[in-house]
């Protein structure tokens, strides 16, 4: 391992022990979920990247995704969803604790050119349910019937 990947690995880990200690304190609805995250019996548990094939998003394994993993990667997926690194790629998966951090993002209107496409085209969110031409400032909180279907289909979440 490498001093720089250690050190990405370091800060990461400060960081998402800080968030869910805030999370903790604060009793904010995103960081406390009802998910069933399960155990950490898998063998990549504990390496910083999420390997539960019902997540999603930036969070998770690069390489080697497997449904034997599933309920299988507890501290590495809980501490990346707690950060908004990963979340649950199906939407029948969501709890109530998600649902009501979900009701409270502001997601607009749908006056923008690309509304109603199937693609969120929200600069202020990411994931695999947006677009892939570039995102245009003038489209902030502009695009809502999409983002808002992409976000409860759990392909994209708030920057």
Not at 9 to 28: D, E, K, M, P, R
Not at 35 to 42: E, H, T, V
Not at 116 to 131: H, S
């Amino acid at each position: 391992m490498t001093f720089r990947t250690f050190t990405k690995i370091a800060a990461v880990a400060a960081l998402s022990i800080g968030l869910q200690a805030c999370y903790a304190a604060t009793g904010n609805g995103y960081g406390q979920s009802n998910i069933n995250f399960g155990d950490d019996s898998s063998q990549w548990a504990y390496d910083y990247e999420c390997d539960d094939p019902r997540f999603s998003g930036p969070g998770m394994a690069t390489a080697g995704l497997s449904s034997a993993n599933a309920y299988r990667d507890a501290t590495d997926c809980r501490s990346a969803f707690n950060v908004g690194q990963v979340w649950l790629a199906s939407s029948q998966n969501y709890n109530s604790g998600y649902d009501s951090y979900a009701s409270s993002i502001n997601f607009g209107d749908d006056s923008s050119a690309w509304s109603y496409d199937g693609e969120c085209d929200d600069p202020r969110f990411y994931g695999p349910g947006m677009t892939t031409t570039p995102l245009l400032d003038e489209d902030r909180y502009r695009d809502a019937t999409d983002c808002r279907r992409q976000h409860e289909a759990g392909r994209i979440a708030l920057r």
